[in-house]
């Protein structure tokens, strides 16, 4: 039989790989329940509607990128390329919506978008997002980037550095997108990519954030955002510098970051990673103050982020699985069903490990337990049977002697003391 592969752009994931995204997600639900975030889970699959009116019409994920398809009855699907357009639609559907007060989530999961496959880029991709709903305070988002400057250094990520930019409001955000549209009317326009002609026109601020060459040179001597703010903005954007400037965040202005998404407005930000060699975005976001409002919510603010998993994980490359406690291994017919009995016992106790049904020698049971890098060996006979014994092998000194039965945990125990930390970052 022909065997089918895989969807190009798309992979699975073993260990160690996937235990370094259980590591994400398991530091996250730590990290993000100190500040009070609680998990939601919200469908991968939304009418495409939703995509168009909350990323943007203009924006290279809803123009090129997305997963796009008919149901059965014709109606327009996406996969969902992001994930923040997905929990504010839940919201909005939610009780919370009309309750007035502030809601902190997060949530992780696989995204999709249709983009050319390589190092870090896939087309399902998975992300860790974070939202705060209802607050308008600037301390809100420095919460926010203090509470991902904390999930990234209890990662164990080092060489970060964070770029931070304001997009203005609804009253000064015109006053810039006219600005830059009679500079880039000014300028020649055959620089431009076909897009960003169009786009010069129609939503300026989008020619900034295309990575296209020519544009990319016409973008560095636009005029700058954080120097049209209105009063209200750059009070609001001095604050979140102030409470960045009371911790050891490493941080750079950069008038020059819009993100791929219409839906910011004053506060965007990403974290850089020189770790991986090139510099590289492991996490980035903003705030999205009209949004929950263009969506059919109530008028309220909000600010999240979202993480990169797949970048994360390039970055948590050297991850150590930790052992199993015990591999039990038997030496004779009679013994299997002592053996399956003090395997339950020990697991319900606690101790994580694997049990051999097939009958084989000493010698191979042995190397089987070293391929499987445990750090105690169990073996069971028909000499131990009969003394109520079992053999406890220390796989790391060699050292093996015969205990009761009844004393096994007590045995593992011992090596227990000695597990160490189980993630290591190099
Ligand atoms: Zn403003
Ligand atoms: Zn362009």
Not at 68 to 89: C, H, M
Not at 238 to 264: F, K, Q, W
Not at 268 to 297: K, M, N, P, W
Not at 403 to 419: P, Y
Request: hydrophobic share 35%.
């Amino acid at each position: 039989m022909n065997k089918i592969n895989k969807i190009k752009g798309f992979f699975d994931l073993f260990p160690p790989e996937s235990t370094a995204y259980v590591f994400m997600e398991e530091t996250a639900r730590e990290v993000f329940s100190r500040y009070a975030y609680t998990e939601v889970r919200i469908p991968i699959l939304e009418h495409t509607e939703l995509f168009a009116r909350s990323i943007g019409k203009e924006t290279d994920v809803v123009q090129k990128e997305m997963y796009t398809f008919e149901d059965r009855k014709g109606r327009s699907l996406t996969l969902r390329p992001e994930a923040t357009a997905g929990v504010i639609r839940a919201y909005i559907e939610s009780p919370e919506a009309g309750s007035g007060g502030v809601n902190r989530f997060f949530t992780t999961g696989p995204m999709f978008r249709y983009e050319r496959p390589q190092k870090g880029r896939t087309r399902q991709f998975h992300q860790l997002n974070v939202e705060l709903l209802g607050e308008h305070s600037a301390f809100a988002d420095g919460e926010i980037l203090l509470m991902l400057w904390s999930y990234l250094q209890k990662l164990g990520l080092k060489e970060l550095n964070m770029q931070l930019n304001s997009l203005g409001c609804t009253s000064c955000r015109p006053d810039f997108d006219a600005k830059l549209k009679n500079f880039l009317a000014m300028s020649e326009q055959e620089n431009l990519c076909v897009d960003c002609q169009r786009r010069a026109r129609s939503n300026p601020m989008r020619v900034l954030d295309c990575k296209v060459k020519g544009c990319a040179a016409v973008a560095s001597s636009a005029p700058r955002i954080l120097d049209s703010l209105c009063r209200n903005c750059r009070d609001h954007f001095d604050t979140v510098l102030a409470v960045l400037d009371m911790t050891d965040i490493r941080y750079e202005l950069n008038p020059y970051l819009v993100r791929g998404l219409d839906y910011y407005q004053r506060t965007t930000f990403e974290v850089i990673s020189t770790d991986i060699g090139a510099q590289s975005a492991v996490a980035g976001g903003g705030r999205y103050d009209g949004l929950i409002r263009d969506l059919g919510g109530p008028d309220i603010p909000g600010i999240g982020f979202a993480c990169g998993m797949e970048r994360l994980a390039l970055l948590l490359r050297s991850i150590q699985e930790r052992p199993l406690d015990f591999y039990l291994a038997v030496l004779h017919e009679e013994a299997m069903d002592t053996a399956m009995f003090m395997a339950q016992r020990l697991r319900d106790k606690g101790f994580e490990g694997e049990m051999g049904f097939q009958i084989k020698s000493l010698k191979s049971q042995l190397r089987l337990a070293n391929r499987k890098k445990v750090k105690t060996c169990l073996l069971l006979g028909r000499d131990e049977l009969e003394k109520g014994q079992i053999q406890v092998k220390d796989m790391s000194t060699g050292v093996q002697r015969a205990v009761s039965q009844d004393d096994v945990e007590q045995a593992l125990g011992l090596n227990l003391k000695t597990k160490a930390e189980s993630f290591v970052q190099h």
